[in-house]
C-alpha cells in the first residue's frame, strides 16, 4: 500500500519517488493524469453563506471536493493501469474554481507511472 492509498488493493502511491528499502521502482512508464470537475449547487452555496456567517467547517464542499479529489485519483490510476502499472509516484493535486460565477470546482491530479521492483 501506497503511502496514502485508502485500500490496499495492491496499487502503490506515492507523492515520492521511494528510493530506500522497502519499495522500489523497477521501470518508469510514463506521465499520468485524472482530473474531475464538479458543479457548487444552490443548497451547497446556501448553506456556505450561512457557514460564512456563523463560523464552522462548509461540509457540503468538503464532501464535493473529496468525492472530485477520489474520481480524479481513480481517472489517473485507470490510465496507469493502461500502460501496465502497478504504481503511481511523484503524485501532485491542483484545485482551480472555474466558470463565469466561480461556480465549478477542478481537482486536476498527475504523477509518473511504474511498475514496481
Not at 464542499?61 to 481517472?75: I, N, Q, T, V
Request: no cysteine; charged share 25%; aromatic share 8%.
Amino acid at each position: 500500500m501506497g503511502w496514502f492509498s485508502k485500500k490496499d488493493d495492491g496499487f502503490f502511491l506515492a507523492t515520492v519517488v521511494p528510493n530506500g528499502e522497502g519499495a522500489r521502482v523497477e521501470k518508469f512508464l510514463g506521465v499520468v493524469n485524472g482530473e474531475a470537475i464538479i458543479g457548487a449547487n444552490i443548497f451547497r452555496d446556501l448553506f456556505s453563506s450561512v457557514r460564512d456567517v456563523v463560523g464552522g467547517r462548509a461540509g457540503g464542499y468538503e464532501r464535493a471536493l473529496s468525492g472530485a479529489r477520489d474520481a480524479a485519483l481513480e481517472d489517473m490510476m485507470a490510465a496507469a493501469r493502461e500502460l501496465g502499472a502497478d504504481g503511481i509516484v511523484g503524485i501532485d493535486f491542483d484545485y482551480e474554481v472555474l466558470g463565469e460565477t466561480n461556480g465549478m470546482m477542478m481537482v486536476a491530479v498527475s504523477g509518473t507511472a511504474v511498475k514496481m521492483a
